[in-house]
């Protein structure tokens, strides 16, 4: 009897790309409930201009570079970039801002540098700094989240939502209603030589573990975090990394001067800490490559986030961090090579 | 038995090894032809001793080792030779030549078959050549001759002698099986391996995964009562049984990269080789056989059956019941590192471990992958025991830049397959790395060889002008004799 | 912004653009390059194969004839397409395809001589450029494969066309597995 040959190993354990982009957008369901819950149903609206975004930019990049577009389109990578974008701008954001910051992301972080795991940066960051840049306003304006005293209700908050997306003037008629982030207020307070305490104290900004509305979300992406942790989609290094280089000096920095600088807690469950942590920072495209390396970036982008926080023009610095440290990966490679079994390190 | 540390990384497996396992060893009936490959696994042959017609017995040596990674072959069956021919084989290249015997029903022994009386006076050297004349090869799946690993231990003054009882490898099982069945012949086996290569001790590992074994081990050791010999129970992670690898984890050493484990002082054989070494010292047999695992969903008795080296594969199957199903692949060794085999008529080898037939409930997962591009996640360099970066050789070897192969150490790669297993983007990592290496190894090959020409036309170039000059120069010599009487008129006239 | 300031900036881009200038023609002039160590780098990437196919008589007056700009590096079929690519790569030239004029890459190869055949006339020593044919007058010759370049040059003078070309033996026996289909 004769048989057809093949090379070895005969038997894989049958990963494939899109169970990994799905775990993925999975894990982000809790903190997507929390993000409506506390700040209406504008986050779905962005989900929704972005993922078709994404999808018809991803397609149309295909085509003009020549390539079968229906295999890239299945395997929800874009989705992932769709996803990470729309969970960081506001929900109030009007439509073509979020369409036009899906775009840039997929045709300028991703298919000019060649598709899929090509792209040095990560290209959900990449559409986030262009349109922070850009449009400083619209990109900085939060609605009042719900779990801050005298909030309107969920519904009002809806109706604006909805017409902020159709880009409706909010400031005549939902005056009020909309604000700064916590980090940004603390920031602006502090500025105005407040005391930190005295921020804190007001009620409005922060509430007993980190900023009002981003606290509860930052916590669901943590729970998100440690399930992709679990199915060993992530794995340990950056996360604890990126942690560990935002929270150690926080730490220090809060102990020298408890007055003006923020502590670890209101840093951890502030902002977009647990998002990018174990959702932005982690994407393997643009992070390094050897598990020491690993640790070097995410204690990069830790560190530079911080940095920003403390003293930089933005007050939440995460997507700047992360594109830096970006920058950095080929030079972190170089240096973070494992030692190969039976040699001299 | 607590499991001890082991090398990094690597990978614990879905084993199926109960397909195989549950039934004892089955003799199997002398086949009426056995086919030997004088390529026995390693690619380099041995030289026929016997031609066409001739009549063998078994146990007649039919080959010569002449080279010393060649393993002398001999007459698994008694009988006549009817070819000596090219023909498939379960080897590298996919072919050998093939000495072909028919055999007749007289069943004769070769006088030279005879218990080994004077084992104990024997020295080390002579041990080793008596093992090299007996054709003893490593079992475990690369049929290296043992006798050739046990001198260069000799010579690099190896301490420790590990044997392998590790069995990673998914779906196989005959070292397993034997080290149930017959725990005395590997730990004797072990001994003499032991004064072979002239170590102090003896290190039989097994992977925590089979009970059963490491308990025969255990009190064979017990009867046996020498303080030389050990057990080291490892825990069962793929691929615990590479041999660096094993000898990291029981000896807690590392073999240095481009070298042979006897540079780490350690020398590896597999339980079932020590076997193979009991049952020449104690009935004179030459490797004339070996437990193989006949296995996977293609099969209809699976189970662990030992037959004549040179058994068609074919007989081996039909004593396992035969095929079932619809086999897709027929597979030497086992699902990461086994070889498919294009035909079930090659005849049994030394190094084949395992016959995994496949079917497309085995390997439906390699069938159906798409590969997709690399999305750096990293797996691949997480599982590598060799610490490795496959995604970067892959992109290395995509580029065909030999320096940064080179620096990345794909020499260090020990073939082991898990990267492959593991990545998402389901890359056909492992055969772009062997091509890879093919591709340095002839680069290298070329450049020496080039060298080699260049020196050697530059030498003939030489030669050539100094013929050319010493012939001008008789010339010259001649011409001014015949001149020299004009020289000095020619000179007044200056 | 005065005129002051304007004439300064005009001043200092002039003068870094004249010495810089200077630098560079003197550096011209002066730092010639090596053209001995240029034409080992050539032959180093060239096979030596020896055969001449190029019409230089070996690879390196081949070499010599590349560095100086009097051949073309599209010369070489032995070393096929590789070799033109690391050729063009050294010398920073246009990459181009090989001159069919010059003959067409094949697979490695070696010659074998019949030895039943032979003669042993001993007319093809003196071909081989890399003295790889072992033998003597009246005695049969033989081939040393290890040594044969492939070059093919044994193979005009041979009265009794003994010499054949055979595919080289495959250099790697370790890690083949089948192909993938």
């Known amino acids: 009897m004769r048989f057809d040959t093949s090379p070895a190993p005969h038997v894989i354990a049958g990963y494939t790309v899109p169970r990994v982009m799905f775990q993925v957008l999975f894990a982000l369901l809790p903190a997507g409930m929390a993000h409506v819950v506390l700040f209406g149903p504008g986050l779905l609206l962005q989900l929704a201009v972005a993922c078709v975004t994404a999808l018809l930019a991803e397609a149309a990049a295909l085509r003009w570079r020549g390539r079968d577009a229906a295999p890239a389109l299945k395997d929800g990578s874009v989705l992932v970039t769709a996803f990470l974008l729309a969970f960081s701008i506001p929900p109030l954001l009007p439509w073509w801002l979020g369409a036009l910051g899906t775009a840039l992301a997929v045709l300028l972080g991703k298919h000019v540098f060649g598709g899929l795991g090509q792209n040095p940066f990560n290209p959900a960051m990449v559409g986030y700094a262009i349109l922070l840049v850009s449009f400083p306003a619209e990109m900085t304006r939060w609605p009042v989240p719900m779990d801050v005293e005298g909030s309107r209700s969920w519904s009002e908050l809806a109706r604006m939502s909805v017409a902020s997306f159709y880009g409706a003037d909010l400031t005549t008629h939902w005056d009020g209603y909309t604000g700064a982030t916590a980090l940004d207020s603390i920031r602006s307070g502090l500025d105005l030589r407040y005391t930190l305490p005295e921020l804190l104290a007001r009620g409005d900004i922060a509430g007993t573990l980190g900023a009002r509305g981003f606290a509860w979300i930052n916590l669901a992406a943590l729970a998100g975090g440690l399930y992709l942790m679990l199915r060993r989609i992530v794995r340990w290094h950056i996360p604890v990394a990126v942690l560990g280089g935002l929270l150690v000096p926080s730490f220090i920095a809060h102990g020298l001067d408890s007055g003006n600088a923020l502590g670890p807690a209101m840093q951890a469950f502030s902002g977009a800490t647990m998002l990018t942590a174990f959702f932005i920072a982690t994407d393997p495209v643009s992070a390094a490559t050897s598990d020491r390396g690993r640790l070097w970036y995410g204690a990069g982008i830790g560190l530079l986030a911080w940095i920003i926080r403390t003293w930089g023009g933005y007050p939440d610095g995460f997507a700047f961090a992360v594109l830096l440290m970006n920058l950095a990966v080929p030079f972190i490679d170089r240096y973070t090579v494992p030692r190969i079994y039976g040699r001299q390190p | ?494 | 912004m005065n005129a002051g300031a304007i004439l300064i900036a005009v001043l200092v881009a002039a003068t870094l653009a004249v010495t810089l200038g200077v630098a560079l023609g003197w550096a011209a002039a002066r730092i010639e390059p090596n053209a001995d160590s240029l034409v080992e780098r050539i032959d180093a990437l060239l096979p030596q194969t020896q055969c001449g196919q190029c019409r230089y008589p070996g690879c390196r007056p081949y070499a010599a004839a590349i560095a100086s700009s009097a051949a073309e590096i599209d010369r070489c079929p032995p070393g096929g397409e590789a070799t033109v690519r690391a050729l063009a790569e050294l010398l920073d030239r246009a990459l181009r395809p090989l001159d069919p004029e010059f003959g067409v890459p094949k697979p490695a190869q070696v010659a074998w001589i019949d030895e039943a055949r032979c003669i042993g006339c001993a007319r093809c020593l003196p071909a081989c450029p890399v003295d790889a044919i072992v033998g003597t007058s009246r005695q049969m010759h033989t081939v040393i494969t290890r040594q044969c370049t492939g070059c093919e040059l044994c193979l005009p003078p041979c009265p009794v066309d003994c010499i054949e070309l055979r595919p080289a033996p495959a250099v790697s026996r370790r890690y083949s597995q089948p192909r993938a289909a």
């Open chain 2, 1 to 494: 038995m607590a499991a001890r540390p082991t090398f990094p990384a690597g990978l614990a497996l879905d084993a199926h090894k109960q397909q195989a396992c549950g039934t004892p060893i089955v003799e199997l009936p002398l086949p009426p032809q056995v086919v030997l490959a004088l390529d026995q696994g390693t690619g380099y042959s041995a030289e026929p001793v016997v031609t066409v017609g001739e009549a063998v017995a078994a146990g007649t040596l039919v080959a010569h080792a002449g080279h010393p990674y060649a393993s002398a072959v001999h007459a698994s069956l008694a009988g006549i030779v009817v070819a000596i021919e090219t023909r498939e084989a379960a080897v590298p290249s996919g072919r050998s030549v093939c000495i072909v015997i028919d055999g007749n029903a007289s069943n004769r022994i070769d006088d030279s078959v005879r218990p080994v009386a004077d084992l104990a006076a024997l020295s080390p050297d002579e041990l080793v050549q008596r093992l090299r004349d007996a054709g003893i090869a490593g079992l475990g799946g690369a049929g290296f001759p043992t006798a050739t690993k046990l001198a260069y231990a000799r010579n690099l003054g190896a301490h420790t002698l590990v044997l392998n009882g590790a069995e990673c490898e998914p779906w196989i099982c005959c070292d397993d099986a034997l080290m149930r069945s017959a725990a005395d012949d590997v730990v004797l086996g072990a001994l003499i391996l032991r004064r072979a290569a002239s170590a102090e001790r003896c290190v039989i590992a097994i992977e925590d995964d089979k009970p059963a074994a490491i308990a025969a081990v255990t009190s064979a050791i017990e009867r046996l009562r020498d303080e030389a010999l050990t057990l080291a129970v490892v825990p069962a992670v793929y691929p615990q049984g590479a041999e660096r690898q094993l000898i990291t984890a029981v000896v807690g050493v590392e073999v240095p990269a481009g070298g042979l484990p006897a540079d780490a002082g350690v020398v590896c054989q597999n339980v079932a080789t020590a076997a193979a070494v009991a049952h020449w010292a104690t009935r004179g047999e030459p490797m004339l056989s070996r437990v193989v695992t006949v296995t996977g969903s293609g099969v209809e008795h699976p189970g662990n059956v030992r037959a004549p080296i040179g058994a068609p594969l074919a007989a081996l199957i039909a004593a396992s019941g035969g095929y079932r199903d619809t086999p897709l692949r027929l597979i030497a060794g086992g699902s990461m590192t086994g070889r498919a085999l294009p035909s079930d008529e090659v005849g049994l080898t030394k190094s084949m471990n395992c016959i995994f037939v496949a079917t497309r409930d085995d390997i439906g997962s390699r069938l159906e992958a798409v590969e997709v591009p690399c999305i750096r996640c990293g797996d691949c360099a997480g599982v590598c025991p060799a610490g490795l970066l496959p995604q970067q050789l892959l992109r290395a070897a995509h580029a065909d830049a030999h320096d940064t192969l080179r620096q990345l150490g794909l020499s260090d790669c020990i073939d082991c397959g898990l990267c492959d297993y593991v990545c998402p983007s389901q890359i056909l990592l492992a055969d772009r790395f062997r091509d890879a290496r093919r591709r340095l190894q002839e680069a290298a090959a070329m450049a020496q060889k080039a060298a080699d020409a260049r020196e050697r036309h530059g030498l003939r170039k030489r030669r050539q002008q100094e013929a050319a000059t010493a012939e001008q120069q008789t010339f010259e010599s001649v011409r001014d004799r015949a001149r020299r009487p004009d020289d000095d008129s020619a000179g007044d006239s200056n």
